[in-house]
């Protein structure tokens, strides 16, 4: 079992920037990729950006160029820097974990709150 704790969500102004933090523990091992979902209410959940064990990232078109996704693997952690936040990116954001030969995302965090608002 791998758990996943996010942190960092909260309330900014359009414009503004957060990072989201997920750290990792348990069977970490089994992880081959690591990635940022979203759900707005009304809206279903959407992958935002995510990250390979090779260090392959991938983003939504709608984050591209304002959001990064790293990690520190000593730390077992993964981040999410969100840059030029716009209300539309208000939602809960989820860290997901993903098993080497699986092609779903089956690990999660209980989420984050973001909210951008003036």
């Known amino acids: 079992q791998v758990q996943l704790v996010e942190s960092g969500g909260g309330l900014v102004q359009p414009g503004g920037s957060l990072r989201l933090s997920c750290a990792a523990s348990g069977s970490i091992f089994s992880i081959n990729a690591m990635g940022w979902y979203r759900q707005a209410p009304g809206k279903q959940r959407e992958l935002v950006a995510a990250?390979?064990?090779?260090?392959?990232?991938n983003y939504a078109d709608s984050v591209k160029g304002r959001f990064t996704i790293s990690r520190d693997k000593a730390k077992n952690t993964v981040y999410l820097q969100m840059n030029s936040l716009k209300p539309e990116d208000t939602a809960v954001y989820y860290c997901?974990?993903?098993?080497?030969?699986?092609?779903?995302?089956?690990?999660w965090g209980q989420g984050t709150q973001v909210t951008v608002s003036s």
């Open positions: 997901a974990g993903r098993r080497l030969g699986f092609t779903e995302y089956d690990y």
């Open positions: 990250i390979t064990s090779g260090g392959i990232t």
